[in-house]
């Protein structure tokens, strides 16, 4: 048995956040049966469908979401049964139905708990299961412009003629969807202690808004309304041109700014004192663009990619999805995964969103047909004997299992965001998590100027180091002494978890990578987090979260009619590839109880990212 092999999982719903929340499980070998209504999730007619057919079997977004699970059809209006049955048997249930029509189904913790208390159950709704606006209609759209995220997008806006952009596809969904999975991982890691169950009450606005880079503590602290509008705090940052296409670039550091300026023969423009020094460049940013624009449109693309990134600047092509599929970075990692169906044929598949290295992930069967499961479900597998207990009696939640991770401690090596935010999620879940800082160079994100407007400048004070340090311990270490290595070694010992967001060999290079750690706590899980992955040709290039839609295509796919590919108005790439880390250590940590294995999870920005560019894609 290997990671969530012989994990019982239910998923009822339409389109996108429960199904890809299951998808997360089944791909780590979890069983998942998904349940449809007769006409099936609204998925198989979505599309895209292949040369102008509208075969609800050949849909690519339901083929891309459905992997490794067995469908069958439950018919509410004619079967009372069989949904009770499924309840007994699982260990998990996940749905998106909407508060009105899981009372119409039957869809109650209550009832369900009573037949099998060790359940754990995640409602994904809209807007919650309370509140004022509980019974809302909305889509995918409306959460994108709900949380707050559309309203930021495009970014550095000089049109306010034009609307607020939604990312393209069902990102806020694919988003709610990976926060499901990782809060219902957590509940399922502390059933298998406890044998308790747990309802989770999921609001997708609430996530997204919770997301969106730093701009409510911003709003709260300096009270500033963000908006797509107006002028880059960082600066050079956009997309420009260069002879065969788009390239994108960010410089956020003043030692990145003069290896930009050696790259570009330190032309005469950029020695001028207009353009020295931060704020000054962000005065000046309009200047600034059109003569960094004169300059980059005598590039190539791939090029200039190479050439900046061995200066270690981040510049990332803006790619369209069949670039993307030509990518030696993701081909020479696996990314790509062909997937044979009985009626779609042979298509390529998008790869995981993390590598890991014990190798759980795996696409072991193609999504199903409509019902193409119906026999097996209601075979004896499935059946209850009603002479023996339905489940083992459940202990009593105390104040010591109440939180879901508790008893998880965390060492954090992470900084910024990406990190972090995997890390304020475990520790909002109930983990101890130790953040630990260098004192040689502590978090970038304290010295980011989103102070108080009332307070000096101070690095306890910066709005976006207090919202991703949420909950957290803080250690202050210098890793470059035997001393600080040796209380990283007890803390690790002492630790079911490691995160870490190092260059490439970091952690190596310190004494402290995954093996060295592996020796002192054989069970460790360990998750790292990196721009581009750890291995391949481009393992060693830098990455900032704006530049991973450019790279994934979703810029390509973004944008106003008629015009450019768009950025999609935040750091895409630092919270999706911090929640994937999550999802991953919750799962990694379930797996863990049951079969005593730890394990190494490898997330970088682009993976991650990639992998919810589906409906393109397919």
């Given at each position: 048995?290997?990671?969530?092999?012989?994990?019982?999982?239910?998923?009822?719903?339409?389109?996108?956040?429960?199904?890809?929340?299951?998808?997360?499980?089944?791909?780590?070998?979890?069983?998942?049966?998904?349940?449809?209504?007769?006409?099936?999730?609204?998925?198989?007619?979505?599309?895209?469908?292949?040369?102008?057919?509208?075969?609800?079997?050949?849909?690519?977004?339901?083929?891309?979401?459905?992997?490794?699970?067995?469908?069958?059809?439950?018919?509410?209006?004619?079967?009372?049964?069989?949904?009770?049955?499924?309840?007994?048997?699982?260990?998990?249930?996940?749905?998106?139905?909407?508060?009105?029509?899981?009372?119409?189904?039957?869809?109650?913790?209550?009832?369900?708990?009573?037949?099998?208390?060790?359940?754990?159950?995640?409602?994904?709704?809209?807007?919650?299961?309370?509140?004022?606006?509980?019974?809302?209609?909305?889509?995918?759209?409306?959460?994108?412009?709900?949380?707050?995220?559309?309203?930021?997008?495009?970014?550095?806006?000089?049109?306010?003629?034009?609307?607020?952009?939604?990312?393209?596809?069902?990102?806020?969904?694919?988003?709610?969807?990976?926060?499901?999975?990782?809060?219902?991982?957590?509940?399922?890691?502390?059933?298998?202690?406890?044998?308790?169950?747990?309802?989770?009450?999921?609001?997708?606005?609430?996530?997204?808004?919770?997301?969106?880079?730093?701009?409510?503590?911003?709003?709260?602290?300096?009270?500033?309304?963000?908006?797509?509008?107006?002028?880059?705090?960082?600066?050079?940052?956009?997309?420009?041109?260069?002879?065969?296409?788009?390239?994108?670039?960010?410089?956020?550091?003043?030692?990145?700014?003069?290896?930009?300026?050696?790259?570009?023969?330190?032309?005469?423009?950029?020695?001028?004192?207009?353009?020295?020094?931060?704020?000054?460049?962000?005065?000046?940013?309009?200047?600034?663009?059109?003569?960094?624009?004169?300059?980059?449109?005598?590039?190539?693309?791939?090029?200039?990619?190479?050439?900046?990134?061995?200066?270690?600047?981040?510049?990332?092509?803006?790619?369209?999805?069949?670039?993307?599929?030509?990518?030696?970075?993701?081909?020479?990692?696996?990314?790509?995964?062909?997937?044979?169906h009985s009626r779609a044929g042979t298509l390529t598949h998008l790869g995981a969103p993390y590598r890991l290295h014990e190798p759980w992930w795996k696409i072991r069967r193609s999504a199903p047909l409509l019902g193409e499961h119906n026999?097996?479900?209601?075979?004896?597998?499935?059946?209850?004997?009603?002479?023996?207990?339905?489940?083992?009696?459940?202990?009593?939640?105390?104040?010591?299992?109440?939180?879901?991770?508790?008893?998880?401690?965390?060492?954090?090596?992470?900084?910024?965001?990406?990190?972090?935010?995997?890390?304020?999620?475990?520790?909002?879940?109930?983990?101890?998590?130790?953040?630990?800082?260098?004192?040689?160079?502590?978090?970038?994100?304290?010295?980011?100027?989103?102070?108080?407007?009332?307070?000096?400048?101070?690095?306890?004070?910066?709005?976006?180091?207090?919202?991703?340090?949420?909950?957290?311990?803080?250690?202050?270490?210098?890793?470059?002494?035997?001393?600080?290595?040796?209380?990283?070694?007890?803390?690790?010992?002492?630790?079911?978890?490691?995160?870490?967001?190092?260059?490439?060999?970091?952690?190596?290079?310190?004494?402290?990578?995954?093996?060295?750690?592996?020796?002192?706590?054989?069970?460790?899980?360990?998750?790292?987090?990196?721009?581009?992955?750890?291995?391949?040709?481009?393992?060693?290039?830098?990455?900032?979260?704006?530049?991973?839609?450019?790279?994934?295509?979703?810029?390509?796919?973004?944008?106003?009619?008629?015009?450019?590919?768009?950025?999609?108005?935040?750091?895409?790439?630092?919270?999706?590839?911090?929640?994937?880390?999550?999802?991953?250590?919750?799962?990694?940590?379930?797996?863990?109880?049951?079969?005593?294995?730890?394990?190494?999870?490898?997330?970088?920005?682009?993976?991650?990212?990639?992998?919810?560019?589906?409906?393109?894609?397919?």
């Amino acid at each position: 048995m290997h990671g969530l092999e012989g994990v019982k999982v239910l998923e009822l719903g339409n389109l996108v956040s429960a199904a890809y929340a299951t998808k997360i499980m089944a791909d780590l070998g979890a069983d998942v049966i998904k349940v449809e209504e007769p006409g099936g999730d609204q998925a198989r007619r979505r599309g895209p469908f292949p040369h102008g057919s509208h075969d609800p079997e050949q849909s690519g977004l339901f083929l891309a979401l459905n992997t490794n699970k067995r469908s069958c059809i439950w018919d509410p209006t004619q079967d009372t049964a069989t949904l009770s049955r499924l309840v007994t048997w699982a260990d998990m249930l996940v749905h998106n139905y909407s508060p009105a029509r899981m009372n119409a189904l039957g869809i109650n913790y209550n009832t369900f708990s009573d037949i099998n208390p060790r359940l754990v159950m995640c409602s994904i709704t809209p807007f919650g299961l309370s509140g004022p606006h509980k019974d809302y209609q909305a889509y995918e759209l409306t959460i994108a412009h709900g949380g707050g995220w559309a309203w930021l997008s495009p970014g550095g806006s000089d049109r306010p003629d034009l609307p607020p952009l939604k990312a393209a596809g069902h990102q806020a969904d694919f988003q709610g969807g990976v926060a499901a999975a990782t809060t219902t991982l957590a509940a399922y890691y502390r059933a298998l202690h406890t044998g308790q169950g747990e309802h989770i009450d999921f609001s997708t606005q609430a996530y997204i808004a919770s997301f969106v880079d730093v701009s409510a503590p911003n709003y709260t602290y300096q009270g500033q309304i963000a908006t797509r509008l107006g002028k880059r705090v960082l600066v050079p940052w956009g997309i420009f041109p260069c002879q065969d296409g788009l390239t994108f670039v960010v410089i956020a550091e003043e030692d990145q700014w003069q290896r930009l300026v050696q790259l570009m023969g330190t032309p005469e423009w950029a020695t001028l004192d207009i353009f020295q020094g931060l704020a000054n460049r962000a005065k000046n940013q309009d200047l600034l663009h059109f003569y960094l624009a004169e300059w980059i449109k005598e590039w190539k693309v791939e090029e200039l990619f190479h050439a900046a990134q061995a200066q270690r600047l981040c510049f990332a092509p803006v790619f369209s999805m069949a670039q993307l599929a030509q990518q030696e970075q993701l081909r020479a990692r696996y990314f790509f995964v062909e997937v044979s169906h009985s009626r779609a044929g042979t298509l390529t598949h998008l790869g995981a969103p993390y590598r890991l290295h014990e190798p759980w992930w795996k696409i072991r069967r193609s999504a199903p047909l409509l019902g193409e499961h119906n026999s097996e479900v209601s075979s004896s597998e499935f059946q209850v004997s009603s002479s023996q207990p339905l489940t083992p009696s459940p202990q009593p939640l105390t104040p010591s299992t109440h939180s879901l991770l508790t008893g998880v401690r965390v060492t954090d090596f992470s900084w910024v965001w990406a990190g972090p935010f995997c890390a304020l999620h475990l520790a909002h879940l109930g983990a101890e998590v130790i953040k630990i800082e260098s004192q040689v160079h502590i978090d970038l994100a304290r010295r980011i100027a989103y102070y108080p407007a009332d307070m000096e400048p101070g690095v306890n004070r910066c709005a976006l180091f207090k919202q991703w340090g949420q909950g957290k311990k803080g250690v202050l270490l210098n890793l470059t002494t035997e001393k600080g290595l040796g209380i990283v070694k007890e803390l690790i010992a002492q630790s079911d978890v490691g995160l870490q967001k190092f260059a490439t060999g970091g952690m190596d290079g310190l004494g402290v990578g995954y093996e060295e750690l592996k020796k002192i706590k054989p069970d460790i899980v360990m998750a790292s987090i990196s721009g581009y992955g750890h291995t391949g040709p481009h393992r060693n290039y830098m990455a900032y979260g704006p530049a991973i839609p450019p790279l994934t295509g979703l810029s390509s796919m973004t944008g106003y009619e008629g015009g450019l590919p768009q950025e999609v108005g935040m750091a895409y790439g630092d919270p999706t590839s911090g929640i994937h880390a999550a999802v991953a250590i919750c799962a990694a940590l379930a797996a863990r109880t049951r079969t005593g294995q730890g394990q190494h999870i490898a997330v970088s920005f682009w993976e991650s990212d990639a992998a919810l560019v589906t409906e393109g894609w397919m």
